[in-house]
């Protein structure tokens, strides 16, 4: 992930993304999300807390 924000060439790869990679592009650089994910990833939160389903 690059930390200049400005860069143009960095955020290219989002004109090309369809509306759930962009949410996921936009998820990621969450710093609450990132302290959750360990939790969700181990069973003991939930992700629907982040309104994120998965199809199955």
């Not at 290219?12 to 993304?17: E, I, P, Q, T, V």
């Not at 962009?22 to 998820?27: D, G, I, K, N, R």
């Not at 003991?44 to 994120?52: R, T, V």
Request: aromatic share 16%; proline share 5%.
């Amino acid at each position: 992930m690059t930390k200049d924000w400005q860069d143009e060439a960095a955020y290219k790869h989002f004109d090309s993304l369809d509306l759930s990679g962009l949410a996921w592009e936009c998820l990621r650089r969450n710093s609450d999300y990132r302290a959750y994910y360990p939790q969700m990833r181990d069973g003991l939160k939930s992700p629907a807390a982040w309104g994120l389903r998965f199809p199955g």
